[in-house]
């Protein structure tokens, strides 16, 4: 089955710097979010994004879907950033919607 | 938030009792996807409803089952409960667009511990 790899694994940040998380995956998407899963365990959506470049705010996210890898970029980190990031995506052709997660990255933001 | 609600947010049963967790999709949303996620892990796909048919299960037995009512909420009940069965338990709802490209939005989540 398809494999969804995040790095790195663990992230420590003082606040206020930038950050570059990773998603590679090993089969052809037709779906990719980017979730935030805050330490009540909600996840929030960030990004729909299964190819091109998006911003929202202070985060952006960038899929080439050719070379199979996503990346979300966080700036000017706050300490409400920490939680678990989540990419997640969907089989090209798959016939049901279901969505695969990422390993994860685990961001803790140190004030 | 999303506009997707569960209940309940947390929950205590013993091996071997049935439980019975619900979500209410978001208004306009047809489909209903269930996810477990055990401590430390990524959610896990369960199955999937689209207009009350199951469309889509992921690896989980047949004591994980589901419904989905006309107005789209939906079940998820589990038999004969096993340790391992303690999770959050996660609902999302979407759309249906062609190929499947249609963005998911979670619930909170129900906390289930099974002692």
């Known amino acids: 089955g398809i494999q969804v790899e995040q790095s790195p694994p663990d992230l420590i940040l003082q606040e206020g710097a930038n950050s570059t998380l990773r998603c590679n995956f090993s089969d052809s998407v037709n779906n990719l979010q980017w979730f935030h899963q805050n330490p009540w365990g909600q996840l929030i959506n960030l990004f729909y994004?299964?190819?091109g470049t998006k911003q929202n705010g202070r985060l952006s996210a960038t899929t080439v879907a050719t070379e199979r890898y996503s990346l979300l970029y966080i700036s000017s980190s706050q300490t409400t950033d920490s939680g678990v990031y989540f990419c997640a995506v969907n089989l090209d052709g798959g016939a049901t919607n279901k969505l695969i997660f990422g390993t994860g990255t685990l961001l803790a933001v140190q004030p | 938030e999303t506009g997707v609600t569960q209940s309940p947010t947390h929950l205590i049963k013993t091996r071997g009792q049935q439980v019975t967790l619900r979500c209410s999709s978001q208004s306009g949303h047809n489909t209903v996807s269930w996810y477990q996620q055990a401590l430390g892990q990524g959610p896990q796909f369960i199955f999937q409803?689209?207009?009350?048919?199951?469309?889509g299960r992921g690896n989980f037995p047949p004591r994980f089952s589901g419904l989905q009512f006309p107005n789209y909420s939906s079940e998820l009940n589990v038999n004969a409960l096993e340790l391992d069965d303690s999770a959050l338990y996660l609902c999302?709802?979407?759309?249906?667009?062609?190929?499947?490209?249609?963005?998911?939005?979670f619930g909170p989540g129900t906390r289930l511990l099974v002692l």
């Open positions: 999302a709802s979407s759309g249906v667009l062609a190929g499947n490209q249609e963005t998911q939005y």
């Open positions: 994004i299964p190819s």
């Open positions: 409803y689209y207009r009350e048919e199951e469309n």
